[in-house]
């Protein structure tokens, strides 16, 4: 396992972190108690949960296996979020202050801790001043029931405000964004990563295998069946299958990871898994296994790393559409200077 700064400050973490919206739906918690097992045995320091995820369930799983095993909570930095409902009232979603109150002592409660290293917003909300929420976790902080503030899902222009009024109003700074990235959707490389790198804020990417399309067990023009994410609901989310199906850019993507992952002996998800880790502003990429099985595939990514002709393979190969400007060659010429050469 290896390490990374979390974003821009002095918190150390493992550059793969164990997602746990599975625990309380699609594993059980004898599978999850497992999984956090297996995690920690393999060096694994980070874990990221949420209030919605199971409806608290996984967080309650976390905070029981925490519970059973005193001697890991300080070994680990434990993630948490708030914004989506938890309950049919007028505060029971958003980033108010009134409901973010309630949601980070309900989740203290569930997780069984005294504070949560990393506490996230988990989207943008239109109707919450901005300012309301990152004085919420400049207070949380103060108050020690959090250590850090992140966001989840925001777009560029949200992230960019968030980091600016921080520094304005002098409140605890945003370390992270939890953003979809992966080899099949790499569209915050536009804005989103700039504004990472220029801010020190460090990407925990979700989604890293695209819903399962980079692990190479769904088929060109067949749709999956059986006890698979997508087998189970083809029209499953953004990884749909017959979006991406239609799409020769994915079977370009999964042939390059293929090949990669037989010259370095490796499982595809292995490969995809590197090659996020090493994108620029990537500080641990979210993990998001059913089973043990297929976290133990995960874990092989662990101290892979590709070189640099097999990096632009699967660089090429993903590339995501874009037009001329602002994004394309034009743009980034026009963005660009050199300095000038003496005569």
Known sequence: ?????????????STLCLGTMTFGAETD????????????????????????YSAGVSEEIVGRWLRARPDVRDRLVIATKGRFPMGPGANDAGLSRVHLTRALDASLRRLGVEAVDLYQAHAWDPLTPLPETLRFFDDAVRAGKIRYAGVSNFTGWQL?????????????PIVTLQPQ????????EFELVPVCENEGIGILPWSPLGGGWLTGK??????????TRLGENPERGVEAYAGRNAEERTWRVLDAVREIAGERGVSMSAVALAWLAARPAVTSVILGAR????????????????????MRRLDEASAPPVGDYPYGGAGVRQRGRDLPTGS
């Not at 960019?160 to 605890?172: G, S």
């Not at 089973?291 to 097999?310: G, R, S």
């Open 160 to 172: 960019q405000k968030a980091a600016l009024l921080t520094q304005h109003l002098n409140l605890t």
């Open 218 to 227: 769904y088929q060109r023009d067949s749709a999956p069946t059986g006890a």
């Open 29 to 52: 918690e004898a599978g999850s108690f497992a999984q956090l097992d297996r995690f920690v045995e393999a060096g694994g320091t980070f874990v990221d949960t949420a209030d919605v």
């Open 181 to 188: 990235y992966n080899l099949l959707a790499r569209e915050i």
């Open 291 to 310: 089973t043990i099985e297929q976290l133990d595939d995960n874990l092989t990514a662990a101290d892979l790393v590709l070189d640099a002709e097999q």
């Open 1 to 13: 396992m290896r390490y990374r700064n979390l974003g821009a400050t002095g918190t150390v973490v």
